[in-house]
Each structure stands twice: as structure tokens, then as C-alpha cells.
């Protein structure tokens, strides 16, 4: 037998049926010798472009198909001969998939109109229905075959002889067919595993819904040939050989309806940047920025992007007639055709940026702009895109959630059939950055044996599960819209929200189609910004806009190197946080560098301490050439931006602009894939050609590598600078509003409710309780007696009081003040549970008086009879005790998450300085280099990627918050401590340079059982 085609394989996108990537499934058939391969995924196309990937690496021909069962039918697998075949294969799985719930499809065979584009195998049952065979031949007649799929098992002669009769009944020919599951055979306990996973059983539930052996794999063309009549194995051949659609060669056609009559695309872009153009410059612009637009429209014309570009404007210009605050970031701001669209506001003349990061002619992919909106209100965007273009025509992309740890080992355990209770004792084990290979000390610690055999088998599987996908969800926001019908180019399917659908490919999937993409975000720092605005215009008289925020605020600058930056945009992390005082940013750029200089590619490009040592003065500042100095100068010569490492390459190198785009995304991915030899070779040889010294051009090639995936853009850079500025103004000159508006817009930053409102208060602005004769739903702003702003908590502030009651309460209070919690309850319509939680968080202090006699006064509401509502009654108050302070801050945290009372630390200092803890304030004394015990509520743990292993933890106290250095080894010691504790007390050196402290952990104990009650939640690894 000289060849063979794979008709039927499913790739792990079947998803808990194929146990095999797409990448495995054609590297083992390149291997066999085979000629092609189809991937035939149930009902789905999610995989198709992985597969198509995969073909390109190996040169396998791939046959694009998907694998169905209708509900009154046979099952199928249906190939696509030609675009049209594959037209209707999408539509097909669009419309199954639109008919059911997220996650399953219904197809009947009315579904299945005249399909002239696609061949079909049947795949008959044990005993084959006589009536779906005859529905078929004469529906299909020459475009059906019966698939014949021997296994190896005891009855394959009788199920082959018993095929070729039905075959000869129904005038139907043969074909073979493998079933595929898998690539090799290895993979039949994953296989089984993950059929039991996907039933909801255990494998020794599973039974007869595990196949009988592991034969459902590639096999070799000696095993086919011993199996499979000669014929059957070449109709394979002649199958694919009218299976000629290639997926390069899909023809997607972006909208045009943003043209007006008369006009082109481009001629109607470069009228509204003509526009753009007279607004930004009155003045008129210079010769540089007119270079710029003139480079920048000839290359949207030549590629046709044009479309597109109006596309984002409309979408902008929509939320700014709506008032809705929306920042473009990423490659967008490097265009200036942009930023006289309104989508960015950076001015790209200022920052000197290549618009070939954005765009080019060698690399012909699409653009990729970013465009945030308010959180709340980025629906209304949505909404609108979906009603201009229609839900047939616009849809979110989907992003393909792969198997982690810790979900790998919750999945895998259940179906090996272990306890509730231990499948969650193993999955507390595990931390998201553990492997696989570190698991059975894991395991080990929580009781586990890693030597049992259950135990055994549990890492083994989930080794070979992690990475899968385990199923689709949607995009955060990036949508695809087209000319056409999008089902006739992917399968659409339902998301599990409602009124929401999906594609089926995800990011990386449109990008190497080539589909366009345009990313609709929601950022919170826009709306914590919207909301501060307003509160300031309405405690003042007017608010300010970002137009009327004051540039280059020395005060503001001088809050951000003192590190005052809690709360604020992007400067907040700890990480952040200890760079302020070192580079101390005095200007818009420096905030530019900041935003960047803290991200893994500077890191691991080792370019960080260069930087501060020069902006320090302590090393001098040099350039290889008076050409790189161009390149470099804003950065003291060394390399911080995606678009530096580009112009560096076609400066230094002599690359062209597309090329060192290439150059980037080889970069982005060499750690995966490899194949830096050519690009090492073109770089060295380039610079040796230019004069540069070898070191010096090795130097620079290790510099572009560290950035890899990690390097930040510029552009990005400088358009969140915008936001950062604009958000430490705000807490700098209107603390209360900025803090109001951040309470208002949780969850989001790196901060909780209770450390926003302590700095807060830290800043001397008082922070009033929550009261429902005084709050509203949202925290507002009160005057105090000299005037100033004081925040009042909302009734959002308590847990579990829905927004609706919120909200009745508040327009009861408008029309007539509450003179007690008996007329509350019947105006504002509220039912026990309601009143106890208005009661535990303290909301009827003004009508009861403090917690106990609101508990009281609750539980004596009575129903009245028609005749006494609305009437007052007289009664005796009971006089109950006062809360104790240690009762009053429990209660607070447990129903509001903070208290302004007093911190829980403050309650238990005398425990703590009985075991010699310091205060936050105290270590703040210590001197350089002191050992010292400190102690604190963690609330919050981090691990960069670039760390190695090395955990940063902030701990919170009555006096304020401490950064902690927990090392890999000690970390792995003690990992119980570090990441159970919620009361954590670290042994450690304090370290100070530059102004940044930290406390170097050298011993971890966990103090939760002195908290008592008290349950208090970090943010981990956010």
C-alpha cells in the first residue's frame, strides 16, 4: 500500500472526545506516510485553524470537515470540497449550534438541505438503520459513502462483509475510515479519562461509554492494509483528492456602509482626517505630522484597511455623542491617521513611533486596535455595534480555556473517582504556577501518597491533559464583523450569556486568517474617572474634563514619588510602587517609562538597572552611533519599547520596517517554537556590515530576546500615561471624590474597600458610616462644618443588600424622612433578611441607635393591620449594651469589609507585642539591615513570572502596609504559611535603598489563631 487519508479524526476541539492536538495528529501522520488528513471535530470548526497551522509546518494536506448526529438521522461526517462546501459547512454547524444551549447543538434532517459543496460518509450504527442509508442515496446519491471502521475487535469480519451488502443495497460505495481519537495508541487512558469527564461519571461508572480498545489511533499503513480490503483504502485517496478548499484562501470582505454614496473607503478617511486634522492643529500642522498621515493613508490604502479604520471611528464617535469616556491604546496610538480620528489621543509626532508596528506591506495582517470605554457603559457600545451591523454580521470571538493545573487536577480526580473532600483538599494543594513535575510534594504535604497508585495515575493524567482546551468562552470584547453573513465564514455558536454569540476561533486564530478584529474593552479606571468628574461637579458647581486637567502638576509629581499612589491607574502595584522613588518621575514622558519600565520584557532584557544607573547619574550615557543615539536618546540609551527594539533592528541592522515587525513576533514566540537561527544570523551579520563590534551586536540580539512576548509598546505606554496622569491628579487635589468614585467602581485595582478607605482617611478626609437616613445606593459626597468634602458610605457598602432595595429605601427618604425602622420597613417594602442586614451593618444607627437596639428594633416589626399603617406607636426602648469595640469590628468587617472604628490589629496589639511584632510604623524606625519580627493582614500575594519563584506580599496593620520579600526556597518551606495565613508574622532583615523598603521573610508564622472570627480575603496572584 503506497498511501492513506485519515477521513475521520477528531483533534482535542472535540472537546473531552480527541485526545490529541491537532499538532501531534499531523506529525504522526507525516510519519505513517500518509497523504492527508482530515479533522473532523463534532459539530465545530474551533480547532480547523490549529489544524491549519499544523499542515503548513508538516506540508500534510488538510481536509477541513466536522463530524455530526442528527436527531432523526444518521451520524455523519461531512468534508468540504470547495469554499462553497465550506460556506456550508459553517452554516450548518452555525445553525445546530444556535439551536441549543452553550456547549451541544440540534440538527434534524431538515437541517441538511442539498449540500453540492460537500461529501458525506455515513457512519452506520452496530446494525445499521436500512432508512437513513436509503435517505441518503437519495438525497446525496454520488457525494455519500458508507465508512467502514474496523477496530480490531472480534466481529470485524462480520461488520465488514455486512457494510459491503449494505453498500451493494443501496448503491452506496466504501470507504475506510479510522475513528481517530488520538495520535498513538499511548493516549487511550487519557482518552477514557476524559470520556469520563465529560459523562460526569467515574471511569469505573463509565462502562460501555468507553470504547472496547485503544485502536482509535493513526495507524501504520501495514495495520490498515492488514485490516481493510485494498479498494477501501484508495477510495480514501480519490475522497481527498475532490477535497481542494484551502482555509488560506477564505475571502473576507470587511463592511462598507460607513462610505457614503459617491465615495470610496479611503477617499472618505482621508476626509475625516482632514477634519481630524484642522481640529488637532488650528494652527496647522507641521511638515512631520503631514509626512506621517501622507506614509500612513498609503499604506491603509494599499492594503485596504480603510474600511476598518472607519469602523473603529464610528464605534468611537458613537460613545463620545454619548458621553461615554474611551481611550484607544496599543499599536493604534503609534498612527497619526488615529489620532486625528479621535480613537488616541497621544500625538505620534511627540513620540516618534514606527507605523509599521501597527501595519505593513511585508507582514499583511490586520491591524489591531484597542479601544477601552467605561465599564459600566461599554454594553451600550456593544449593543450599538450589534444593532448597526446585526447579529448575522457581528459577533465576539471566542477564547479557548485550556486545562491548568488546578482545573486538570479537579477534572481528573473526580473521574478516578475520588471524594468531594479530596478532590478539594487536592486542588487547595496546587497554586496556578505549580507543574506538574512538582506535584507529588504537593500532594504530599496535604496527606497525600505520591507513591499509591491512584495517586500515580492522577499526575500522570493530568500531565497529559494540561493545555487541552476544555471549552470555548468569549472574548473580552474583540468583535468580528463582515460584509457577509459571518456564519458563512465560521461557525457561530451561543455564549453563555444571554443575547450574546460567538465565533468559534479565538485572537490567535482571526490573526492568522487574517480577520479583521476590532477590541471593544472595558477599562474601570474610566468609569472610577467619569464617576469622580461628576462627584467633583456636583459638590462644586462644575467638574473638570480630561481637556481642563492641568499638565505637568509639580504637586502631582511630587505625590507620585513619594510612592502616595494607592488606588491610582497602573503606578499602583507594589512593584510600581518601588520604582516611584528610585526613577522619580517629574514629567509626562517619565510616566511613559514608568508605565513600561515594570513589565517583563525591560526585566528579563536586564535593561532596568542600566536605565535607573543613567537617569542617576551613576554610569554615563552612551551610544554605539550617532544613529542609535536617535533611536535610544529618549530612553538614555537603553532599549525599553517594542517599537525601540524595531528601529534598532532597521537602523542598526538594516532590516525594513515589516521585516522588524517579523523580527518582533519570531521573538514573541521562540520560546515555544524556535527559529531564531535565521533572524540571530540576519541581526549580527547586519550590525557586523554597519561597523558595530560583535559583542556589542550579540549584546543587542540577547537585549531583543529578553523582551520576547513581554515588551511593551510605547504607544500603550504613553496612552495609559494619559490615564495615570489624570487619575493622581484627581486623588491629589480631590482625594475624597477620587476615593468615592473608586468605591463606587469595585471590583477593580489591587485594593479593597477597607485600604482604599484607610488612605483615605490617612489623607485626612473623613469617612462617614453607612445610614439609611443619609446614604444612597452609590458612596457620595457631604459637606462638613468647614466645608470640605466628606465621603459618605453607600448602602452598597453591605453585603448581600441588593441594589433595587437600596433603591427604594432612597426614594422613600425623598419624599418624607424615616422617623423609625417600623415606618421604613412598610414604606421602602423590606422583608426580615433586609432589615437584619441594614441592621448588622450599622445602617439604622440614626433610627435605633447602635447594633444591638437595631436588632431589637427589627425583630419588633410586626405586620399592622390596614386600619394602624402608617400610624406611629409608642413603646418602650429597651436599653441594651454598647457593642463591644472588638464585637463593633468584627461585625463591620463581616458585613461591610472595613470598619471605621478601629483595625483589627489595633484589637489584638497586646497579643502581638507579647511575641515581639512590631508595627508597620515601628519597622518604619528600624535602622538599615535590623533583623525584626512584623506582622500583619496579607492582602495581597504576588508572583511575576519574571520573579523566579520569589513572592511579594503586602501586609496591612492599625499603622499602615509593609512590602515582604518571601524567597523560592523559603516559599516552598513554608508554603503553608505563606499561602493560608490571613494573620501572617514574617522574621526578616528590613532593606531600604533609595527610599523602597522591604522586609526580607526569613521565617513565616501563621498568627490565624489569634483572629478568632475575623475572615478577611487577599488578593492572590491578581
Not at 492568522?512 to 462644586?540: E, N, Q
Not at 508572583?943 to 519563584?949: E, F, M, V
Request: glycine share 8%; hydrophobic share 40%; proline share 4%.
Amino acid at each position: 500500500m503506497n498511501s492513506y487519508v485519515e477521513l475521520h479524526a477528531l483533534s482535542n476541539f472535540s472537546f473531552q472526545r480527541g485526545a490529541s492536538s491537532a499538532a501531534e495528529l499531523f506529525e504522526r501522520a507525516q510519519a505513517l506516510g500518509y497523504s492527508a488528513l482530515a479533522i473532523t471535530d463534532e459539530c465545530s470548526l474551533a480547532g480547523i485553524v490549529r489544524a491549519y497551522e499544523a499542515s503548513k509546518k508538516t506540508g500534510l494536506k488538510l481536509i477541513v470537515g466536522s463530524e455530526v448526529t442528527l436527531s432523526d438521522g444518521p451520524r455523519l461526517v461531512i468534508l468540504a470540497q470547495n469554499h462553497q462546501g465550506y460556506s456550508q459547512l459553517c452554516e450548518l454547524i452555525t445553525r445546530g449550534r444556535r439551536a441549543a444551549s452553550k456547549g451541544s447543538y440540534q440538527l434534524a434532517r431538515s437541517d441538511l438541505s442539498a449540500l453540492p459543496g460537500c461529501l458525506l460518509l455515513w457512519l452506520p450504527e452496530n446494525e445499521p438503520n436500512l432508512s437513513h442509508g436509503q435517505w441518503l442515496a437519495q438525497r446525496f446519491q454520488d457525494k455519500v459513502w458508507i465508512a467502514v471502521e474496523l477496530h480490531r475487535q472480534a466481529d470485524d469480519a462480520h461488520r465488514l462483509s455486512q457494510l459491503q451488502a449494505l453498500g451493494e443495497q443501496l448503491g452506496l460505495p466504501l470507504v475506510a475510515a479510522g475513528d481517530v481519537h488520538m495520535h498513538c495508541r499511548s493516549r487511550r487512558a487519557l482518552q477514557d479519562t476524559m470520556t469520563a469527564i465529560r459523562h460526569g461519571v467515574t471511569l469505573d461508572e463509565a462502562g460501555t461509554r468507553l470504547f472496547a480498545n485503544g485502536e482509535r489511533h493513526l495507524r501504520s499503513l501495514q495495520q490498515l492494509s492488514e485490516l481493510y480490503p485494498a479498494p477501501l483504502l484508495t477510495e480514501t485517496l480519490r475522497i481527498a483528492r475532490q477535497c481542494q478548499f484551502d482555509l488560506g484562501a477564505l475571502n473576507y470582505h470587511y463592511p462598507n456602509e460607513l462610505v457614503p454614496n459617491g465615495l470610496s473607503a479611503i477617499e472618505q478617511l482621508r476626509e475625516l482626517t482632514r477634519q481630524g486634522l484642522r481640529k488637532r492643529w488650528p494652527q496647522g500642522a507641521d511638515n512631520t505630522v503631514k509626512q506621517l498621515l501622507r506614509h500612513e493613508l498609503e499604506l491603509i490604502e494599499a492594503l485596504d484597511y480603510a474600511p476598518f479604520f472607519l469602523t473603529v471611528h464610528d464605534v468611537v464617535a458613537f460613545a463620545r455623542s454619548r458621553n461615554i469616556l474611551c481611550q484607544g491604546r496599543g499599536s493604534a496610538a503609534n498612527s497619526a491617521v488615529c489620532y486625528c480620528l479621535g480613537i488616541t489621543e497621544v500625538d505620534p509626532a511627540r513620540m516618534n513611533m514606527l507605523f509599521e508596528r501597527f501595519i505593513s506591506k511585508e507582514r499583511n495582517e490586520p491591524p489591531d486596535i484597542d479601544v477601552d470605554f467605561e465599564h459600566q457603559r461599554r454594553e451600550e457600545v456593544i449593543q450599538y455595534i450589534y444593532h448597526k451591523y446585526g447579529r448575522h454580521r457581528a459577533a465576539l470571538a471566542a477564547t479557548v480555556i485550556t486545562y491548568r493545573t488546578k482545573s486538570a487536577v479537579r477534572d481528573v480526580g473526580k473521574a478516578l473517582g475520588m471524594t468531594l473532600d479530596q478532590v478539594d483538599l487536592l486542588t487547595r494543594a496546587v497554586s496556578h504556577w505549580d507543574r506538574p513535575d512538582g506535584l507529588p510534594e504537593r500532594l504530599q504535604e496535604r496527606g497525600f501518597d505520591p507513591e499509591s497508585p491512584l495517586i500515580k495515575r492522577l499526575l500522570y493524567l493530568v500531565g497529559e491533559i494540561m493545555g487541552f482546551p476544555r471549552h470555548l468562552s468569549q472574548h473580552v470584547g474583540g468583535f468580528v464583523i463582515s460584509e457577509h453573513p459571518l456564519s458563512t465564514l465560521v461557525p457561530v455558536e451561543n455564549a453563555s450569556m444571554a443575547e450574546r454569540t460567538i465565533i468559534q476561533w479565538d485572537k490567535d486564530d482571526l490573526e492568522t486568517l487574517g480577520l479583521l478584529k476590532v477590541d471593544v474593552l472595558a477599562l474601570g479606571m474610566l468609569s472610577a474617572i467619569r464617576r469622580c468628574f461628576d462627584l467633583i461637579g456636583r459638590f462644586h458647581g462644575s467638574g473638570p474634563t480630561f481637556a481642563s486637567v492641568p499638565a505637568e502638576d509639580p504637586r502631582v509629581y511630587e505625590m507620585i514619588q513619594r510612592a502616595d499612589t494607592i488606588g491610582v491607574f497602573q503606578i499602583e502595584s507594589r512593584a510600581q510602587m518601588s520604582m516611584l522613588p528610585r526613577l522619580k518621575p517629574a514629567c509626562f514622558y517619565d510616566l511613559v517609562i514608568e508605565v513600561a519600565i515594570v513589565r517583563p520584557g525591560p526585566i528579563q532584557g536586564k535593561m532596568v538597572h542600566p536605565y535607573l544607573r543613567r537617569r542617576q547619574g551613576l554610569e554615563p550615557v552612551s551610544y554605539a552611533s550617532k544613529d542609535l543615539e536617535k533611536v535610544l536618546k529618549r530612553t538614555l540609551g537603553i532599549p525599553l519599547f517594542q517599537e525601540q527594539v524595531m528601529e534598532l533592528a532597521v537602523v542598526a541592522a538594516g532590516f525594513t520596517p515589516g521585516e522588524a515587525d517579523q523580527l518582533r513576533r519570531s521573538m514573541a514566540a521562540w520560546k515555544r517554537r524556535g527559529g531564531l537561527d535565521y533572524f540571530e544570523r540576519r541581526l549580527i551579520g547586519g550590525m557586523l556590515e554597519r561597523g558595530y563590534e560583535r559583542e556589542f551586536a550579540e549584546q543587542v540580539f540577547e537585549q531583543i530576546k529578553g523582551f520576547g512576548s513581554y515588551g511593551f509598546p510605547e504607544s500603550h505606554a504613553a496612552s495609559f500615561a494619559l490615564l495615570v496622569y489624570v487619575s493622581c491628579w484627581l486623588k491629589c487635589h480631590h482625594p475624597a471624590a477620587f476615593t468615592c468614585a473608586l468605591l463606587n467602581s469595585l471590583p477593580m485595582g489591587f485594593y479593597s474597600a477597607s485600604q482604599l478607605v484607610q488612605d483615605v482617611q490617612r489623607h485626612d478626609v473623613e469617612v462617614r458610616p453607612p445610614d439609611v437616613c443619609f446614604s444612597d445606593y452609590d458612596c457620595t459626597l457631604e459637606k462638613t462644618d468647614d466645608g470640605q468634602a466628606a465621603i459618605r458610605l453607600g448602602l452598597r457598602q453591605i453585603k448581600g443588600l441588593k441594589e433595587e432595595v437600596a433603591t427604594r429605601i432612597v426614594s422613600q427618604r425623598c419624599q418624607k424622612p424615616f422617623s423609625d425602622v417600623q415606618q421604613l420597613t412598610e414604606r421602602a417594602k423590606l422583608d426580615r433578611g433586609q432589615r437584619q442586614r441594614l441592621a448588622d451593618g450599622g445602617a439604622l444607627r440614626t433610627l435605633s441607635g447602635h447594633r444591638h437596639q437595631a436588632r431589637w428594633a427589627v425583630d419588633g416589626v410586626e405586620e399592622l393591620p390596614p386600619l394602624l399603617k402608617g400610624s406611629q406607636i409608642e413603646e418602650s426602648r429597651a436599653k441594651l449594651r454598647t457593642p463591644t469595640a472588638s464585637e463593633t469590628v468584627l461585625t463591620d468587617y463581616d458585613t461591610l469589609g472595613l470598619s471605621l472604628e478601629a483595625h483589627p490589629l489595633e484589637l489584638l496589639r497586646s497579643q502581638l507585642k507579647a511575641r515581639r511584632v512590631l508595627t508597620s510604623r515601628e519597622v518604619d524606625q528600624q535602622p538599615n539591615g535590623r533583623p525584626l519580627r512584623a506582622a500583619g493582614l496579607v492582602t495581597l500575594r504576588q508572583r511575576p513570572g519574571t520573579a523566579s519563584g520569589v513572592t511579594f506580599l503586602t501586609l496591612e496593620d492599625e499603622t499602615g502596609m509593609l512590602n515582604v520579600v518571601v524567597w523560592a526556597k523559603l516559599g516552598e518551606q513554608q508554603r503553608r504559611e505563606l499561602l493560608e495565613s490571613t494573620l501572617l508574622a514574617v522574621d526578616g532583615i528590613i532593606e531600604r535603598e533609595q527610599g523602597v523598603q522591604h522586609l526580607i521573610a526569613h521565617r513565616l508564622h501563621n498568627y490565624n489563631d489569634i483572629l478568632g472570627q475575623l475572615h478577611i480575603q487577599a488578593r492572590n496572584f491578581c
